[in-house]
């Protein structure tokens, strides 16, 4: 099995550019969560989905941060418009309800 | 409130000793889960051993084993003869029954350094 897979491992940008991270989860996996990860503020959840649907997005830091799953097989986070107290390496992880987590490599973002 | 406290912003031990990273948890819900990941410098998120709230036994995975005392709400993390390699930061994580067991809430996270 593949696990968890995330795109682009790593991204540079600058300051006002839209930045597009993605998730591939496990098959048959019914949740899947955004995480990001900083010094300061440690694992943080973003959002997380089930079957598709946003569950609970009150770790969205602000309006420039959106995520959707428009399938089983796709998630996306978006930040638009960037800033550099974005950077920061964001995770994603799907789990079954097993409740183990499975994370992806994670995606390092550098804003500029 | 904190829901997951790990005091110990960095722990060292020497080679083939063991270590005990420790861990308290805040909680209203009697059903609950406790995780350890670990995360070497490369990155990603490892996942160690899982303690149910209602588990009467500690859990116990290879060197790794959870010393579970739920009235103290501690979930200590122990490794024995501690490798090189177990060098990285270990996070402990909660999820409770009123979010579906789904949410998985972080600590801050132990660095462990291994030493010769």
């Known amino acids: 099995d593949a696990g968890v897979i995330q795109s682009p491992r790593h991204e540079v940008t600058e300051m006002g550019q839209e930045v597009t991270l993605r998730c591939k989860p496990i098959?048959?996996?019914?949740?899947l969560f955004w995480y990001r990860q900083t010094m300061m503020r440690g694992l943080e959840l973003l959002i997380y989905?089930?079957?598709?649907?946003?569950?609970?997005d009150s770790g969205m830091p602000e309006d420039r941060f959106s995520a959707k799953m428009p399938n089983a097989s796709f998630s996306t986070l978006k930040i638009q418009p960037s800033e550099p107290r974005d950077s920061a390496v964001y995770f994603c992880?799907?789990?079954?309800?097993?409740?183990?987590?499975?994370f992806g490599e994670g995606s390092r973002l550098t804003v500029l | 409130a904190q829901k997951i406290t790990q005091t110990q912003p960095g722990m060292f031990v020497q080679e083939k000793e063991a270590v005990t990273l420790d861990c308290t948890y805040d909680?209203?819900?009697?059903?609950?889960?406790l995780f350890w990941y670990k995360q070497p410098s490369s990155g990603e998120m490892i996942f160690l051993i899982y303690q149910g709230s209602y588990d009467e036994q500690n859990a116990t995975e290879g060197r790794y084993s959870l010393n579970f005392q739920k009235a103290r709400k501690s979930a200590n993390l122990v490794i024995s003869a501690s490798q090189l390699g177990d060098s990285a930061m270990y996070f402990c994580a909660m999820t409770e029954m009123n979010t579906g067991f789904q949410k998985l809430v972080f600590g801050t996270g132990t660095r462990l350094l291994v030493s010769p």
């Open positions: 992880a799907s789990s079954s309800n097993t409740g183990e987590l499975f």
């Open positions: 909680t209203s819900d009697q059903s609950y889960g």
């Open positions: 989905f089930n079957n598709n649907v946003p569950i609970d």
């Open positions: 098959s048959g996996h019914d949740y």
